[in-house]
């Protein structure tokens, strides 16, 4: 036995009437919510202070090998680069709380790198000096030839140019 409520328009009281007021008091929490919500989001997003989103300047540098330089003479050229670009990110970027630098060193071909820079803007404050807050790279002088002038750098192969015959046929 089935029975086919499609026209009641509330299956609890069969009444016309109670229906159509049960309808509306559906429909009223769901524009009394979108209407208060709304509002309030508005009133709070104004007047509360926006969430500032710092991050971590990344700067990766890298410095050629003069010739006759030592390893140590590198190492304070790379210290001092890495030192500007700590202070050059920290001036430049207001949201920047961190700095994060890598400076690599190209010698004969070869390019490793030779100290990394990792620093907060109150660490850098406090005591602005490279040599406190840098890692070295032990391999770095091996993988850069310091230890021993490579016999044969690696050579640059000329570029050849052709010039266009003026042959017509």
Request: aromatic content about 8%.
């Amino acid at each position: 036995m089935t029975r086919n409520v499609a026209y009641q328009l509330s299956s609890i009281i069969p009444c016309l009437f109670i229906s159509q007021i049960a309808k509306k008091i559906r429909r009223f929490p769901l524009i009394l919510l979108l209407f208060s919500t709304v509002p309030a989001w508005i009133v709070v997003e104004t007047i509360t202070p926006q969430i500032v989103r710092a991050y971590t300047a990344r700067v990766d540098l890298i410095i050629d090998r003069l010739p006759d330089e030592n390893y140590e003479t590198t190492l304070h050229r790379a210290e001092a680069t890495a030192r500007a670009a700590a202070q050059r990110s920290f001036d430049q970027d207001i949201l920047a709380t961190d700095v994060s630098i890598i400076v690599s060193v190209q010698s004969y071909g070869a390019i490793a790198p030779i100290l990394s820079l990792e620093v907060s803007r109150p660490q850098w404050r406090s005591r602005p000096d490279a040599q406190r807050w840098a890692t070295y790279f032990k391999m770095a002088r091996s993988l850069l030839f310091f230890e021993k002038t490579p016999t044969n750098p690696v050579p640059v192969a000329p570029i050849n140019t052709v010039a266009p015959s003026d042959v017509t046929p």
